[in-house]
């Protein structure tokens, strides 16, 4: 009798762990985006710091990088649902450059000039998540 009610417990603990994970549809369109974003920017030996993000509609997000003054390239690239679009704000005053995060895309490439610090805001409108990836390399011209 101890053994059948350990079983069912077991049985049940299982049944319930199984029906609370996450659905996995999601999972598999993040993990070919993140594929996307990436073959799209790679990591390459002269960058200073590059980052893959999830990001959820509707949010923002700051990425701040501390730097060595210097002129700077920073590429965005992002992946998503057909009709996602990322606006990403370099500094303080700029209001913005939107990107389209599906169909034909090349990584957008924005030349600055830093002195201490990379301030980079994301904005995501609907529909989302989207895959947004950056790469920051320091400019050879």
Known sequence: MLHALMALILVTGLVWWWRAAPEGAGDGRLAHWRLTAEQLLPDIGEQEVANTLVL????????????????????????????????????????????????????????????????MHVSIDAPGPVVFRYALQRSSG
Do not use: H
């Open 56 to 119: 959820e509609p509707g949010t923002g997000y700051d990425e701040i990088v501390e730097v060595e003054q210097g002129d700077f390239l920073v590429s965005v690239v992002c992946a998503g649902d057909d009709g996602a679009r990322v606006r990403v704000s370099l500094g303080g005053d700029d209001s913005g450059r939107g990107l389209r995060c599906s169909g034909a895309r090349t990584p957008d490439i924005f030349s600055v000039g830093l002195t201490r610090q990379l301030r």
